[in-house]
């Protein structure tokens, strides 16, 4: 399972090697479809103390550090890395899927689901 990307704002970072990172994310209301905005807090690893409050990072899942910390602080270009080495896995699964006709497969089974 590929490792998760969240950015958010930092809104703690008074403990040693630790920092409280607010993600927000928008959602539709069930029932009234109106756009609410939904926070979680998150507890990261920053190695070097180098975020203060209110800065915006990027964080990943990682492995647990502690009872709280499973997520890390990572820089830009760690995550450019990351979504390069994503998309190339993506590109070689499609040719392998071209390469033995899976694709039609794929369509003529939708095809033939009615509702």
């Known amino acids: 399972m590929p490792k998760r990307i969240l950015s958010g704002i930092v809104i703690s970072a008074n403990s040693n090697k630790t920092i409280v990172v607010k993600v ?8 009234y479809k109106k756009i609410i905005s939904r926070s979680k807090n998150y507890h990261v690893h920053d190695e070097n ?6 800065d ?10 502690s009872k709280l910390k499973t997520w890390t602080v ?11 080495c994503n998309l ?11 390469r033995y006709n899976v694709s039609k497969c794929l369509v003529v089974q939708k095809e033939d689901q009615h509702p």
């Open 74 to 84: 990572v820089s830009d270009s760690e995550v450019k890395a990351w979504y390069r």
């Open 56 to 65: 915006n990072v990027t964080i990943l899942e990682s492995k647990p550090i």
């Open 24 to 31: 927000t994310r928008r959602v539709k209301h069930k029932l």
């Open 88 to 98: 190339i896995y993506l590109l070689l699964i499609i040719q392998v899927l071209k």
């Open 49 to 54: 103390n180098q975020f203060k409050v209110g």
